[in-house]
T-cell receptor, first 111, second 116 residues
Framework: SQQGEEDPQALSIQEGENATMNCSYK?????LQWYRQNSGRGLVHLIL?????REKHSGRLRVTLDTSKKSSSLLITASRAADTASYFC???????????FGSGTRLQVQP | ETGVTQTPRHLVMGMTNKKSLKCEQH?????MYWYKQSAKKPLELMFV?????RVENNSVPSRFSPECPNSSHLFLHLHTLQPEDSALYLC??????WGRGQETQYFGPGTRLLVL
């Protein structure tokens, strides 16, 4: 299985609710990143959290990292219909050459 | 816009055709990447170039041939592809000296490829 795996695979919520997505990984990392992808488009970087950080905020986004559990979560607060997209976590493996992406969580925000 | 452009955006080709995908980044980055995204699969790293030198080839079939003439341009030459090669091909760049991909990557919009 791949380095990063998101959970759940799909999530459907109402506008205004919060959305939480989780990512688990297997090996030590330098940092973990979250990306967003609108259908059939390129990925857009959302936030990067380094291995010595536990929590990071950016606007309505909150990311946590627990290196002891090898897991991260992405929380989107007060969701909007425009947040509908797939969200991916990506990790850099120590000694690796590039990022490794998970399969993503498909988020649907109903207006 | 992310500062990374890809052309063409859509491509339909037969198995005997030869075509090329082009990627250009306007961010002054020194590392560029090709990824393949198939339906219901994670992004697959295909190639990494750092300082115009290929540092990673993730066991990609030889029918895919990358070219990086300078730090701003990246090509993916395609020949005798198979239908299972149909996918979204994404280019990305980063400011990353050793091709370690530790920093933020900026993605282009992708080329949607259909092989008939």
């Amino acid at each position: 299985s791949q380095q990063g795996e998101e959970d759940p695979q799909a999530l459907s919520i109402q506008e205004g609710e919060n959305a939480t997505m989780n990512c688990s990984y297997k090996t030590s990392i330098n940092n973990l990143q979250w990306y967003r992808q609108n259908s059939g488009r390129g990925l857009v970087h959302l936030i990067l959290i380094r291995s010595n950080e536990r929590e990071k905020h950016s606007g309505r986004l909150r990311v946590t990292l627990d290196t002891s559990k090898k897991s991260s979560s992405l929380l989107i607060t007060a969701s909007r219909a425009a947040d509908t997209a797939s969200y991916f976590c990506a990790t850099d493996v120590h000694g690796g050459r590039a990022l490794t992406f998970g399969s993503g969580t498909r988020l649907q925000v109903q207006p | 816009e992310t500062g990374v452009t890809q052309t063409p955006r859509h491509l339909v080709m037969g198995m005997t055709n030869k075509k090329s995908l082009k990627c250009e980044q306007h961010l002054g980055h020194n590392a560029m990447y090709w990824y393949k995204q198939s339906a219901k699969k994670p992004l697959e790293l295909m190639f990494v170039y750092s300082l115009e030198e290929r540092v990673e080839n993730n066991s990609v079939p030889s029918r895919f041939s990358p070219e990086c003439p300078n730090s701003s341009h990246l090509f993916l030459h395609l020949h005798t592809l198979q239908p299972e090669d149909s996918a979204l091909y994404l280019c990305a760049s980063s400011q990353d000296q050793w091709g370690r991909g530790q920093e933020t990557q900026y993605f282009g919009p992708g080329t949607r490829l259909l092989v008939l």
